[in-house]
């Protein structure tokens, strides 16, 4: 990967992301329980002129991961999230803590160098599906991935038992129930994150990108 090329940061899914997790965050902490809620909500507000920085700085990764703008985002992201992993996992605090982690991430993210597609601004895992309940038209299913995600799912090929690659997204809710990432499909190895070079061989990662360009434009 290429570290020295500038990025064209203003279409770069990772800050265009990044972006919408500083507007659904600021939403979020309007609503979450925590003790300090209002001094980190001016923190996170503080954060939208170092987000546009970073969004027109075009970049290379490597002069990215220096820039004070973008240090200060994820070195403010690492400080909250601290805080709301003490907090009891309600929708909403699981719905902050994703995008919280995916500021946190960032710089990880964009140590793959330049990128094309949606995919590629987002995490993998592979998980064990333990457990499944029937929702309605859907299943509910408990993967373990080396810690717990719930998927909801309309496919019925994801059995128990079985081995499934998930595309890690923000936590959608259906109905009383949340889903905290999609089964893309079937796949055999170690359970834990899998890296964007296997990724990028697996099939089915057109609506995992049809899903990121309606956040994005959302």
């Known amino acids: 990967m ?12 990772r800050i265009l992301l990044a972006e919408k997790a500083l507007f659904e965050l600021e939403k979020l902490f309007n609503a979450i329980k925590l003790q300090r809620r209002k001094e980190y909500l001016k923190k996170l507000k503080t954060l939208v002129g170092d987000i546009q920085n970073v969004k027109y700085s075009y970049l290379s990764p490597k002069d990215l991961l220096n820039f004070d703008s973008f240090k200060k985002i994820v070195s403010t992201a690492v400080e909250i999230g601290e805080e709301v992993k003490r907090l009891e996992k309600d929708p909403i605090t699981i719905q902050s803590l994703y995008w919280l982690e995916y500021l946190t991430n960032l710089s990880d993210l964009i ?7 949606p995919f590629e601004a987002i995490r993998f895992f592979r998980g064990e599906i333990v457990s499944r309940n029937k929702i309605n038209d859907l299943w509910l299913c408990n993967a373990d991935c080396s810690f717990k995600l719930n998927v909801v799912a309309n496919n019925d090929d994801f059995k128990p038992g079985t081995m499934a690659l998930i595309a890690y997204l923000p936590p959608r809710t259906f109905g009383k129930y949340l889903s905290q990432g999609m089964f893309v499909c079937m796949s055999e190895g170690e359970k834990g994150e899998v890296s964007l070079d296997e990724v990028k061989k697996m099939e ?12 994005i434009k959302s």
């Open 2 to 13: 290429n570290l020295e090329k500038n990025l064209d940061t203003p279409n770069d899914f």
């Open 111 to 117: 140590r793959q160098g330049e990128i094309s597609q």
């Open 204 to 215: 089915g990662l057109g609506e995992v990108n049809s899903l990121i360009y309606e956040l």
